[in-house]
C-alpha cells in the first residue's frame, strides 16, 4: 500500500473475503502502486463476489411518511462469477435483468452496495480516485448506439486519439498518431489513412462501432465490456463486427464481456456463457456445453427459440408465459417459478443454489439438486 494516499481498515471479515482470492491484498484503500504490481492468478482477471446493485426507490413524501420499509430496485441480486483472462464472456437475458448494470459495476460507473468485484485480485470498490483513473485505462466500454457514444465534430482520428491525450498516454504527435493508424488498422478500418480525417456521418453504422473499438483498443486495454455492440446494426454486418471481437481477442489479447439479449449472439461469439434471470445467474458454463447440454428451464426456453439453419429440424419452442417480473417484487423461493414451466409446489418456497453439473458448468434450480440426488444431473 503506498502511504500518500487514505487508508481505511475493513472489519477481519470483510478483510478475509477481500484477501483469498487475489492473494497479495493487505486492507486498506489500493493505491496506484498496488494495481501497478498486481497480477492475474490462476487466469482469473475479474471475480465478482456476491455482487449486489440495488437502486433506491425515490417514494413521494406521504408515502415515505406511513412506510417504514426503504424499496430498491434489486437490479443485480447476489451474483458470483469469474472472468478469465484472454476469454469472451457472455451475460446473456432479457431487457432489465441487469447485464448492463454488471457491466457499469465492473467499471466501477455504479457503486456495488453490496459483495465485492476483484480485478486481478484488488478489490475495485477500495481504490482511490487516483487508482480508478488508471484503472479506467485498463477497463473499456463499448454501447450499443455508436452514434450517441462519439462526438459527430470530431474527426476519426480526433475521436481515436481523444483516450491518449485525456491520459496523457503519448509524448509526440508521431506517437499519437503511430499509436491511432494501429488501432484504427486493427479495428478494420483499412487503410486507416483513409478515414482518418473523416467525420461519423459520413461513415457506416458497422464503421462507426468499429471507430468506437478503436477508441477502446488504442489504451491497449485489459477489458472490453460490449454493451449490445451489435443491436442497433443491420443484421447483414453484425457478423463481421463479432468476428472483429473474437480476432481481437486473439491478436490483442483483449478479455471481453460480452452483453446481449440474444442467446444466438452469444452462441456466434462467446468463450462462456452466463445465463440471466432477475438479477441473478441462473446457468453458467463453457458455450458449446450450455448450447448443447442446457439445463436450467429458462436456458432451455431461450435456446428452443434459436433458429436453426435446418428447417425439417424438429424443435419444441417453449414460449414462457408472462413478462419478467418487477425487479422491486421478487417472487419467493424460485424467481423464476411464475413463469417456469418445469416448476413444483417446492419451488415457490426454496431459493435454488447453484448445482455442479460438470466441469466449468452450473445451473441453479432445484429439481437439479432431486436429479443429483438420483444420480441424473448431467444426462
Ligand atoms: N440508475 C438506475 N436507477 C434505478 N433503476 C435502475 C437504474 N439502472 C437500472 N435500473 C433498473 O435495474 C434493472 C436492471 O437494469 P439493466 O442493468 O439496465 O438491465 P439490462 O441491461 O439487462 O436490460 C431494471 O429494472 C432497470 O430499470
Ligand atoms: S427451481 Fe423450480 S421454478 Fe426454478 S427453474 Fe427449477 S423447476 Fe423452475
Ligand atoms: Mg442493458
Known amino acids: 500500500m503506498a502511504g500518500d494516499e487514505q487508508h481505511t481498515t475493513p472489519a477481519p471479515a470483510d478483510r478475509r473475503a477481500l484477501t483469498e482470492p487475489g492473494g497479495t491484498y493487505d486492507g486498506g484503500r ?21 455482487l449486489e446493485v440495488y437502486f433506491p426507490i425515490h417514494q413521494t413524501f406521504f408515502k415515505a411518511l406511513v412506510s417504514t420499509e426503504k424499496k430498491y430496485v434489486k437490479a ?6 469469474k472472468v478469465k483472462q484472454g476469454e469472451i464472456l457472455a451475460l446473456v437475458g432479457e431487457s432489465g435483468c441487469g447485464k448492463t448494470t454488471i457491466g457499469r459495476a465492473v467499471l466501477r460507473l455504479e457503486d456495488a452496495t453490496g459483495g465485492h468485484i476483484l480485478y486481478k485480485g484488488l478489490p475495485v470498490e477500495r481504490f482511490t480516485q487516483r487508482t480508478l483513473r488508471e484503472y479506467r485505462k485498463k477497463a473499456q466500454i463499448i454501447f450499443q448506439d455508436p452514434y450517441n457514444s ?10 481515436v486519439a481523444e483516450p491518449l491525450e485525456v491520459n496523457d498516454l503519448v509524448s509526440s504527435e ?13 479495428a478494420g478500418l483499412r487503410p486507416a489513412q483513409e478515414y482518418l480525417y473523416r467525420y461519423p456521418h459520413e461513415l457506416s453504422g458497422g464503421q462507426r462501432q468499429r471507430v468506437c473499438i478503436a477508441g477502446a483498443t488504442v489504451l491497449d486495454p485489459d477489458i472490453i465490456v460490449a454493451d449490445e455492440p451489435v443491436a442497433s446494426l443491420d443484421v447483414s454486418i453484425r457478423n463481421d463486427i463479432l468476428k472483429l471481437m473474437v480476432d481481437q481477442k486473439e491478436k490483442l489479447g483483449v478479455t471481453y464481456i460480452f452483453i446481449t439479449h440474444d442467446l444466438s449472439l452469444a452462441w456466434v461469439i462467446s468463450d462462456r456463457i452466463a445465463v440471466m434471470y432477475l438479477g441473478r445467474i441462473v446457468e453458467i458454463g463453457d458455450t458449446e456445453e450450455v448450447v448443447a447440454n442446457p ?7 431461450l435456446i428452443s427459440v434459436i433458429p436453426v439453419p435446418d428447417p425439417l429440424a424438429k424443435r419444441e419452442h417453449v414460449i414462457l408465459q408472462g413478462e419478467t417480473p418487477n425487479p422491486v417484487d421478487i417472487p419467493s423461493g424460485c424467481r423464476f417459478h411464475p413463469r417456469c414451466p418445469e416448476a413444483i409446489e417446492a419451488c415457490k418456497e426454496i431459493e ?27 444426462g
Request: proline share 4%; aromatic share 6%; glycine share 8%.
Open 30 to 50: 489500493v493505491s496506484t502502486e498496488d494495481l501497478a504490481t498486481a497480477d492475474v492468478t490462476d487466469g482469473v482477471l475479474f471475480e465478482i463476489d456476491g
Open 295 to 301: 439445463k436450467h428451464p429458462y436456458t432451455k426456453a
Open 352 to 378: 435454488p443454489s447453484d448445482v455442479h453439473i460438470g466441469g466449468n458448468h452450473y445451473a441453479a434450480c432445484i429439481r437439479l439438486t432431486e436429479a443429483a440426488a438420483t444420480g441424473d444431473a448431467a
Open 150 to 159: 462519439i462526438n459527430p465534430k470530431q474527426t476519426i482520428y480526433d475521436i
Open 174 to 186: 508521431r506517437e499519437k498518431e503511430e499509436r491511432v493508424v494501429k488501432a484504427i488498422n486493427e
Open 76 to 81: 443485480v441480486d447476489g451474483i458470483s462469477f
